[in-house]
């Protein structure tokens, strides 16, 4: 049973790594480069949510709703004003770039918000699922999670496979030098890529906050760090991968903390990425290139 | 393109000026004339500068994105505080200079034999996906150093993990890291560890090895043709670097009274990403120029308070941003003539 | 290898029947065999039952529509990409189980058909490149600046000096190879390649971009880099003119099988490369 319990967990952990992975491999996918402030995008959702529900007495829903609201004018605004003037820069510009973002996102919470963490509310107030005569405790943040997973899950496949957006998406990703002479509006693209990545990044939060309940400016980054593995895990820019590398890295370390030790639970998640890629080069689901001569 | 005389003259000229500023620096020292924040930071400038020289012969000689260069960092910190604190407990050495050497060089080996054992499986991949693991294995060593306990007793070293109920006097205490260090770094033994990863990055790079480091970076498929083992020497630079890093940490390590593993994050080996990639992606007297700068700005800015962070991380965008503005590339290159040479692989020589 | 190992190994060695010009260069051992090479990339047979001889001092040329698999050949033969299917033996030496690098030290050096010059070095570092095994020393003498490292760097300096000297270009020695002239490019890839010191040399196109000016210089090049180093060479070529002038024999490819051999008369006269190149003409459809 505490097994079983464990699992639950590791999924439900496992599927905030996802949500959080797909911001990572969209944007890699379609933009080519490591947006290192996602993490803490979602840090500003969870304020902002947290800041909604305590202070302006905004029912939880319209608190949620405005977080992806203000993530995604967040992303997207990110896009425009520091990657955009950096596409035919090295990826290595790009990267410090985003770090920079990721600091300046974490600097100026710290500055509204303080250093000290805040305890996030639970938005579900509904009674924990008795399982099994009481053995399996199942909260409620647990399930909703893992429910929200699966539904951005099918919602994403559907709109990348058959919205036209997602069509053009899928072409700026394969090629964006023939995707522009087909006439598709490459900046266009990227900017809803961020903007979809970011709304996603809200839920995150959300979530995130829900099942661990400490909120601090540096509250994205760890979580950030561990979705991108997850991403590369899974095969970066491939979605399925995203979904199926982070509930995979959540089992992992919810299972690796509770069988072999609470202190290396982190290390036990990077170790079995590196055994993975070294493996599997591009990771999971990932298409292997071939360099032509 | 810079022709070996140039190359000759930059390199005479930032070894001129490093002696020039170490002279200064110490009759300033020996005069008192030097404020105390900034005597306090000069040993660990010498550590940041060893860090971001090595780090570049990575990123900017080998072109592999290392993102846990501070793992290395790490590993010599540490195994320099053992040897250090196991020399002077079990052996009774008490020359400061003699221990603080044998730090170091052990610091650099051992750092060095993990580059090995982390290369091999690392440099079988590419681009962001050896990125990515360089990532990971920084992040596996911060969070096994929180769980490694390390005690002397007479000559025997105790090791414990996850277990720190050792006999003896405790030289590391798992997540509390190291404690009561005995700092034996001295900014004479700084300057000469500077002036000795110089000398190995420099000579390397203008060497036959450095040019097949170089080729295998500019196009591999042509390096192999023209029998170059790519993987041999992506691996000499990789362990070079691992080595001097492992150096600087043991210098950084004995120049503080306690050292947490937490130190030597992410955010660390970012940070030195960030001096290599503002000093110029292969320049190699660029990124002593800013980590210099960059370990000092910090604390100039400290007049900014909170803002301070803030105010680095939007120089740092600002810079990227308008250093790869197309306008101001052509006005920069207009104005500097000699420099209207491809971004990259141009400043790959000092 | 020394010349009595060479002949030594020559009796070792059957003289292959299938030689395309079996006149040419007999009583030495042929520098390269193919037999029955090819490569599937997915079930399709992007190179297929390739099998050729080629002589110790032989100019051969390799030729056929774009799409034949001419390219691919040469990835085989430097093992960019590795044979599903045949054998290939270098002077005798079975070529199965060597990388790229082991190709390059046993003795094929190659050009490319997009030029892939590092073009961030000088023409002498990328000259210096190519001596990478000729002329060594190691990484701890050029670290600590030992008398081999010195040594070392002065036979690299005077051995690219002549090697640049073939074409004229010891001028241009601190010049950034990527700032060059396209043919010019060309040329420094050449004088790379010579510089591993070759038994059999590959060419890529390399009067691509070239005018006939340009290419008739080329041409003169070629045979006395022959003559001078006393090497194969084969090249790929969609100049006639150069391929018809120099070549000694020919082989052509079409859809990945070779569908002629033989002199550039031979060529010129057979009716299936005539077929390949114009297409079949449309009485014989009828």
């Known amino acids: 049973m505490i097994f079983l319990s464990n699992l639950v967990n590791g999924i439900s952990l496992g599927s905030i790594y996802a949500i959080i992975a797909l911001g990572y491999t969209m944007v890699y996918g379609i933009a080519k480069m490591l947006n290192f402030a996602h993490g803490d995008v979602i840090m500003v959702g969870a304020y902002i949510i947290f800041c909604g529900a305590q202070y302006w007495g905004l029912p939880a829903p319209v608190a949620v709703l405005l977080a992806m609201l203000v993530c995604t004018v967040l992303g997207m605004t990110i896009e425009k004003l520091a990657y955009k003037p950096l596409r035919q820069a090295t990826g290595l510009a790009v990267l410090i770039t985003a770090i920079g973002m990721s600091y300046l996102l974490q600097n100026t919470a710290l500055l509204i918000w303080g250093a000290n963490p805040k305890v996030f509310p639970s938005p579900f107030s509904t009674d924990a699922l008795h399982l099994f005569g009481g053995e399996l405790v199942i909260k409620p943040e647990t399930l909703i999670t893992i429910l929200a997973n699966v539904v951005i899950m099918i919602a994403l496949s559907l709109f990348i496979s058959r919205t036209k957006m997602g069509k053009a998406m899928r072409c700026v990703s394969e090629d964006r030098g023939a995707a522009e002479l087909m006439g598709i509006n490459v900046n266009r693209t990227i900017s809803v890529t961020f903007a979809i990545g970011s709304a996603l990044a809200a839920i995150a939060g959300l979530l995130l906050c829900s099942s661990y309940p400490m909120l601090q400016p540096t509250t994205g980054s760890m979580p950030g760090i561990k979705a991108f593995t997850a991403a590369v895990f899974g095969g970066i820019g491939s979605i399925p991968g995203a979904m199926l590398g982070g509930v995979l890295l959540g089992i992992i370390e919810i299972l690796g903390k509770a069988y072999i030790s609470t202190e290396l639970g982190d290390a036990i998640v990077f170790a079995v990425l590196i055994v993975v890629l070294l493996v599997r080069p591009t990771g999971l689901l990932g298409k292997p290139v071939r360099e032509k001569v | ?350 | 290898m020394s010349e009595t190992k060479r002949r030594q190994q020559t009796h070792m060695v059957p003289y292959p029947s299938r030689a395309i010009v079996p006149e040419r260069d007999l009583g030495s051992m042929p520098v390269l065999e193919c037999s029955h090479l090819g490569i599937e990339f997915g079930g399709l047979k992007a190179v297929d039952d390739f099998s050729v001889v080629m002589g110790r001092t032989e100019i051969g040329g390799l030729i056929g529509p774009n799409g034949a698999g001419k390219t691919t050949v040469f990835n085989l033969l430097t093992k960019v990409y590795q044979p599903t299917h045949g054998t290939m033996m270098l002077e005798g030496r079975d070529m199965g189980s060597m990388n790229t690098v082991d190709v390059s030290k046993a003795g094929i050096a190659r050009t490319f058909q997009n030029i892939r010059l590092f073009n961030n070095m000088t023409v002498e570092e990328n000259v210096r490149i190519g001596l990478h095994n000729q002329i060594r020393a190691g990484m701890f003498s050029g670290i600590f600046r030992l008398p081999r490292h010195w040594k070392a760097e002065k036979a690299q300096h005077e051995k690219t000096l002549e090697l640049l000297n073939i074409f004229d270009m010891a001028g241009m020695a601190d010049e950034r190879a990527g700032s060059l002239p396209y043919g010019a490019q060309r040329r420094l890839e050449i004088v790379r390649a010579l510089a591993t010191n070759p038994k059999l040399l590959l060419l890529d196109e390399p009067a691509a971009g070239m005018n006939p000016h340009e290419t008739e210089e080329l041409m003169e090049n070629i045979i006395r880099i022959r003559d001078q180093f006393q090497i194969a060479i084969l090249l790929i070529e969609h100049d006639m003119n150069l391929v018809m002038g120099i070549c000694e024999d020919i082989c052509v490819l079409n859809f990945g099988k070779i569908i002629a051999k033989g002199t550039p008369e031979e060529i010129q006269a057979n009716p299936a490369v005539i077929e390949a190149y114009l297409g079949k003409r449309k009485e014989a459809e009828a």
């Open chain 2, 1 to 350: 393109m810079k022709t070996k005389k140039a190359r000759l003259i930059t390199q005479t000229v930032t070894y001129a000026v490093l002696i020039l500023l170490f002279v200064i620096l110490t009759v300033m020292i020996n005069n008192k004339s030097i404020s105390r924040t900034l005597k306090g930071q000069l040993i660990p400038i010498c550590s940041w500068i060893v860090m971001a020289v090595s780090l570049n012969l990575v990123v900017g000689i080998s072109g592999e994105l290392s993102l846990g260069h501070a793992g290395f960092m790490s590993i010599g910190a540490f195994s320099g505080i053992i040897v250090s604190g196991w020399l002077l407990n079990g052996f009774g050495m008490e020359d400061p200079a003699l221990r603080l050497f044998l730090s170091i060089l052990c610091g650099g080996v051992i750092a060095g034999i993990f580059g090995v054992l982390i290369g091999i499986p690392v440099l079988r991949l590419r681009g962001d996906y050896l990125a990515i693991v360089t990532l990971a294995f920084g992040e596996i060593i911060k969070n096994v150093m929180n769980c490694v306990y390390v005690s002397v007793e007479g000559r025997s070293l105790n090791w414990g993990f996850l277990d720190g109920n050792l006999p003896g006097t405790l030289l590391l205490n798992g997540p509390m890291g190291a404690v009561k260090v005995k700092t034996i770094a001295t900014f004479g033994a700084g300057f000469i560890l500077v002036i000795f990863s110089l000398i190995v990055v420099l000579n390397l790079v203008n060497s036959r090895s450095g040019r097949a480091i170089m080729a295998a970076r500019d196009n591999r498929i042509a390096a192999e043709a023209m029998g170059i083992n790519i993987t041999k020497y992506k691996m000499m630079a990789f362990v070079t670097a691992a080595v001097l890093a492992g150096m600087a940490g043991a210098l950084y390590g004995l120049s503080m009274a306690t050292l947490l593993p937490t130190k030597f994050s992410f955010n660390e080996s970012i940070n030195v990403l960030v001096f290599v990639v503002l000093g110029g992606i292969g320049n190699i007297p660029g990124s002593i120029v800013s980590a210099t700068a960059l370990t000092i700005l910090p604390e100039k800015l400290r007049f900014l308070q909170n803002y301070r962070m803030l105010a680095y991380a939007i120089l740092l965008i600002l810079v990227m941003v308008l250093g790869n503005n197309p306008l101001l590339k052509t006005l920069w290159r207009r104005l500097i003539p000699g420099r209207n040479r491809e971004q990259t692989g141009e400043e790959m020589r000092a």
